[in-house]
């Protein structure tokens, strides 16, 4: 692996090697010791959109593991990426300063072009297509809650987003079942399902229903329905979704121990109540520490070799 810029890229193979790495490396920390190799080895964390998750558990990760992190918002710092000057200049000055890059952006095809132009290992840390490593963090915390992920059905209420559909890649690779619901609008596009359905037959299916949805469903799982950069349809977002809430209802139709995932920032009364939110069945903050430890064994995976 030279990159980690969508799961679909990755074999089941070195996703699990990933998820065991994280396993092992949270265990490392949680115990107080430490793995400081990549002793001065610097990562640039390139920033279109903000994100506390996003900074917060890359810088604090690459310092675990003994190097930095040097934090670039791209419209301020570097006139943004692509516009001042062409992806592969920015890339190719960029990686003469840095062991990595990653990269929180709007278009896929900005890490795309970070990774053919660099020669350093590009993360994608977010893309208005997909999200993989909030995926993979989503996966790690299923593997610490189950002891399992072979089966494991996620029931993914709302927008057919970046992160349902690194989600479905995921599932399709690992042995799961996805499960969308969302109005017929806001379905997971059709190319993105059949892609994740040619790795495993049937593993994501879509329905209107969210109740059917939740049926048999371990996790349900719930993102904004506003993101970055649609805030003019807000009022329309809001309309279209209000029967796909993640509530007391909706979770009393699922199993007992049935867990809710939230990708965050949630807006509580929204997609999700502070009833489910701050309920037993709620992992949403496990899910959210676990970016750290899958993106530390990402980080070294890709630098320790």
């Keep these: 692996m030279d990159h980690f810029l969508s799961i679909k ?3 089941a193979d070195q996703l699990e090697e990933l998820l ?6 949270k265990k490392l920390y949680k115990s107080g010791a430490r793995d400081l190799c990549l002793e001065g080895k610097i990562l640039a964390m390139l920033f279109e959109k903000p994100s506390l ?3 917060m558990s890359f810088q604090t990760a690459m310092i675990d593991l003994g190097g930095q992190a040097v934090y670039v918002k791209t419209e301020e710092d570097a006139g943004g990426i692509g516009k001042r000057e062409p992806v592969k200049d920015f890339a190719r ?3 003469g300063y840095v062991d990595c890059i990653m990269a929180r952006t709007y278009a896929h095809s900005t890490v795309t072009g970070l990774a053919e132009w660099g020669d350093v290992p590009v993360i994608n840390a977010l893309t208005d297509f997909s999200h993989p490593c909030q995926a993979m963090a989503d996966v790690l915390t299923a593997l610490e809650v189950f002891d399992k992920l072979e089966g494991i059905k996620f029931a993914y209420i709302g927008d057919g987003n970046n992160v349902a559909r690194s989600l479905a890649n995921a599932c399709a690779k690992l042995g799961m079942e996805l499960v969308i619901a969302a109005p017929p609008e806001h ?3 059709e190319e993105s399902v059949q892609q994740a359905n040619s790795i495993k037959a049937d593993s994501v299916s879509q329905c209107s229903d969210p109740f059917k949805a939740v049926e048999g469903a371990n996790v349900i799982y719930t993102d904004t329905w506003v993101s ?3 805030e003019s349809e807000k009022q329309q977002r809001i309309k279209r979704f209000s029967g796909y809430q993640v509530n ?3 979770l009393g139709k699922a199993p007992k121990d049935c867990r809710v995932m939230h990708c965050l920032p949630a807006y509580r009364g ?8 701050e309920s037993q069945q709620s992992v949403i903050f496990q899910q959210a520490e676990n970016r750290l430890h899958f993106q530390r064994a990402l980080i070294k995976y890709l630098l320790a070799r």
């Design 9 to 11: 890229d990755c074999s």
């Design 20 to 25: 065991e790495l994280g396993i092992d490396l």
């Design 53 to 55: 998750r996003t900074r």
């Design 93 to 95: 000055v960029l990686t």
């Design 187 to 189: 379905m997971l596009d």
């Design 228 to 230: 970055m950069g649609q």
């Design 248 to 250: 007391g209802s909706l």
């Design 270 to 277: 929204y997609e999700i109540t502070d009833e489910v939110m």
